[in-house]
């Protein structure tokens, strides 16, 4: 099955900086990559996603970019604030197959005021 | 957007209780549920997936007699946690799938605290 890996597991930022998280997934077949941004005791909220057809995607301060040949993809935050604080999780899935998503471990993003 | 309602949000019972939590769309069909499992500080662990009149998928590790799943519509699908003990403790969230977008729509969670 898909295994997907996340680093870092922390991470501190000052606010106005950029913060990176990086994954990398096994199953080449997987074509459906979401990150989700999740607040303590609360359900995970989709930030962005990106499909195995495009490279790079971007919504205002948040871009992903995809490798497929590498198996990796990153999320990428410009100009951080304090609300970013959170835990972000990417994830992993096959669209039109059992489209069940695979989770990382996990990034606790810090921005630090 | 979408909308998935989850219930309840908290729950406290005793050992050897079972408990069920209550995962519904309430805007879209969805023809596959997932829930999932997260302990404090980790990441969410698919426990299975619960497809619309079939039985339920249980990923490995996972027992199916202790976690039953129903999806009884294209809307609701039910986990019953049966014998709960305090080790079963954990947040539970589900999910439905969107026909066609594969975008995962998640509940709010279930906060499962067994004493």
């Known amino acids: 099955g898909e295994n997907v890996e996340q680093h870092p597991s922390t991470l501190s930022v000052q606010e106005g900086d950029s913060a990176v998280i990086k994954c990398t997934y096994s199953d080449s077949a997987s074509n459906y990559f979401p990150w989700y941004k999740q607040e303590l005791g609360k359900r995970p909220q989709l930030i962005i996603d990106i499909r195995s057809n495009v490279g790079e995607k971007k919504d205002q301060r948040i871009a992903v970019t995809l490798n497929k040949t590498a198996k990796h993809f990153s999320l990428h935050i410009t100009e951080t604030q304090p609300e970013d604080s959170a835990v972000y999780f990417c994830?992993?899935?096959?669209?039109?197959?059992?489209?069940?998503?695979?989770f990382g471990t996990g990034t606790r993003l810090t921005i630090i005021p | 957007g979408a909308v998935v309602s989850q219930h309840p949000s908290r729950v406290i019972c005793k050992s050897g209780t079972s408990v069920k939590i209550e995962c519904r769309s309430l805007d879209f069909q969805a023809t596959t549920m997932f829930w999932y499992r997260q302990f404090p500080k980790q990441s969410l662990m698919l426990m299975a997936t619960?497809?619309?009149?079939?039985?339920?998928?249980?990923e490995q590790g996972v027992e199916k007699d202790k976690f039953l799943i129903n999806h009884a519509s294209l809307t609701l699908s039910t986990l019953t946690v049966t014998s709960a003990h305090p080790e079963d403790s954990s947040f539970y969230i589900c999910?439905?799938?969107?026909?066609?977008?594969?975008?995962?729509?998640f509940g709010e969670g279930s906060r499962l605290t067994v004493l």
């Open positions: 999910s439905a799938s969107k026909a066609f977008t594969g975008e995962l729509f």
């Open positions: 994830a992993a899935s096959i669209l039109g197959g059992n489209e069940k998503l695979t």
């Open positions: 619960s497809n619309e009149g079939s039985k339920a998928t249980y």
